[in-house]
């Protein structure tokens, strides 16, 4: 079993409504709401990040002659997608 930590967390009415309809909806309990709503959070804010870095990347020059020069080195056949 994974360990758990009661905690108390001062929330507005209309979000602990939200959190006890979707246990409700989905037949959880509302520590799993919380937990999953927790979860995609952190999922989104690290695939934002990830963007930021990528975008960031796509506009360094010296990052896209390396990502060309890395590009020109498979043949057609290894080259994805087809």
């Keep these: 079993m994974v360990a758990r930590t009661k905690r108390t967390y001062s929330l507005r009415p209309a979000t602990v409504s939200r959190v006890r309809e979707l246990a409700a909806r ?6 799993a709401v919380v937990d999953r709503a927790v979860e995609e959070l952190d999922r989104a804010v690290r695939e934002e990040a990830e963007a930021n870095r990528w975008a960031e990347a796509a506009a360094d020059p010296e990052f896209t002659i390396e990502a060309a020069q890395i590009a020109a080195g498979f043949d057609e056949q290894d080259r994805w997608p087809a």
């Design 26 to 31: 989905y037949g959880s309990s509302q520590d």
